[in-house]
């Protein structure tokens, strides 16, 4: 194996003098947490920055997913998708909900509205779609159906930092968006996360919640949690912040770079953008079909014998796990396209620090079909 392994993604890290300032001030206040300064400053710029209202930051994505739910009241049953990563069903067993399943759009790999409709039934609440890779979601439609039936929408939007439709932000559709800012994310503080939202009473709702519900010293309104970013995470965030444009030049630029010269190879399909105005090029997804001479597995394989590692994004479904696999929706023939889908992803490194000579290298294991040797 070469001795410079290449990652499916690769936090995107500033200068470290850079944050050297913002750790002195953090050492001055003593603030580390509690609403500091910068948690204060970081809700407030990425308001800005995303074109929302509201900024609630959370210590990671999942408990943000749990605390939306939560501060909707949701109950009963959720429609969600299975093809995702498991914090977005995980986030509904958490809070004693029943996800129910429905399959995927062929071309965006997002929850398909035509599906959801047949799975209402008297006890759902709620549904949870994903923009899958930062695709947007058919939001129109979505939203339609859950006018219909009096349906909450809470959007897992863990992919979809800074994308925008042609009317804005994708984050401002649904009751709440949820955010990641993992390490893996195109806007990482290390770990983190956050919840958009309408309205300041909501929010103020939210900030409640994520602090064990407290108001006040000694009042407590809810069973809260303690999900509250740190003022360390919130100044790399404000620093990641600035670099933003920079990273997303390089993504966009390795993006295309892959497409030109995949664009023709047989068997190898190229996920299409979903029509969004900005992209953030959170992923590369590409679908190994049938009549490509490696299986998808043999093709990771053989990747990774080269010491690139790519990553399986989403399989198994959420659905074949053993936690989810007993549910009625959860079967196969419920869920053809998503199925199919997980059985033929791939996706391919992408994050600013890849050189093209990387992904060069990459596309020439693509294109050179011999096998892993």
């Given at each position: 194996m070469p001795d410079n392994p290449i990652y499916v993604t690769q936090p995107f890290l500033p200068p470290l003098e850079e944050f050297v300032p913002y750790l002195e001030r953090i050492w001055q206040s003593?603030?580390?947490?509690?609403?500091?300064?910068?948690?204060?400053?970081?809700e407030e710029a990425l308001s800005e920055y995303l074109g929302v209202k509201h900024v609630a930051l959370f210590a990671n994505g999942t408990l943000a997913l749990i605390t939306a739910l939560q501060a909707l009241r949701v109950s009963g049953e959720v429609i969600t998708t299975p093809y995702s990563f498991v914090a977005t069903a995980h986030s509904l067993l958490w809070r004693g909900n029943k996800p129910v399943f429905v399959d995927v759009e062929p071309s965006t790999l997002n929850l398909d509205p035509e599906k959801i409709e047949a799975a209402i039934t008297p006890n759902t609440t709620a549904i949870m779609p994903v923009?899958?890779?930062?695709?947007?979601?058919?939001?129109?439609?979505i939203q339609k159906i859950a006018d219909n039936y009096n349906l909450r929408v809470i959007y897992d939007a863990a992919h979809a930092f800074g994308v925008q439709d042609d009317g804005g932000s994708v984050l401002r559709h649904g009751d709440l968006s949820v955010l990641s800012?993992?390490?893996?994310?195109?806007?990482?503080?290390?770990?983190?996360?956050?919840?958009?939202?309408?309205?300041?009473?909501?929010?103020?709702?939210?900030?409640?919640?994520?602090?064990?519900?407290?108001?006040?010293?000694?009042?407590?309104?809810?069973?809260?949690?303690?999900?509250?970013?740190?003022?360390?995470?919130?100044?790399?965030?404000?620093?990641?912040?600035?670099?933003?444009?920079?990273?997303?030049?390089?993504?966009?630029?390795?993006?295309?770079?892959?497409?030109?010269?995949?664009?023709?190879?047989?068997?190898?399909?190229?996920?299409p953008q979903a029509g969004q105005h900005v992209a953030n090029y959170a992923y590369f997804p590409i679908l190994v079909e049938?009549?490509?001479?490696?299986?998808?597995?043999?093709?990771?394989?053989?990747?990774?014998?080269?010491?690139?590692?790519?990553?399986?994004?989403?399989?198994?479904?959420?659905?074949?796990?053993?936690?989810?696999?007993?549910?009625?929706?959860?079967?196969?023939?419920?869920l053809?396209?998503?199925?199919?889908?997980?059985?033929?992803?791939?996706?391919?490194?992408?994050?600013?620090?890849?050189t093209d000579a990387d992904v060069q290298r990459i596309v020439a294991l693509l294109i050179d079909t011999s096998g892993a040797t």
């Open positions: 003593h603030t580390l947490t509690n609403g500091g300064p910068f948690h204060q400053q970081l923009h899958c890779y930062g695709n947007p979601c058919n939001v129109k439609a800012f993992h390490a893996t994310k195109v806007f990482n503080t290390f770990e983190g996360g956050a919840i958009v939202c309408h309205d300041a009473k909501t929010k103020q709702h939210i900030d409640h919640l994520k602090n064990f519900g407290f108001v006040d010293e000694t009042t407590v309104v809810a069973p809260g949690i303690n999900a509250k970013m740190s003022e360390v995470n919130a100044a790399f965030g404000l620093l990641q912040l600035k670099h933003m444009p920079e990273i997303l030049h390089r993504r966009a630029a390795i993006d295309a770079h892959y497409r030109e010269a995949l664009h023709g190879v047989k068997g190898i399909h190229c996920l049938p009549d490509y001479p490696l299986s998808r597995d043999a093709l990771y394989q053989k990747l990774k014998a080269h010491g690139i590692f790519t990553r399986r994004y989403f399989y198994p479904l959420i659905a074949d796990f053993p936690m989810y696999r007993g549910l009625p929706s959860a079967g196969r023939s419920n053809p396209v998503a199925a199919a889908a997980a059985d033929k992803v791939l996706c391919l490194p992408i994050y600013p620090t890849l």
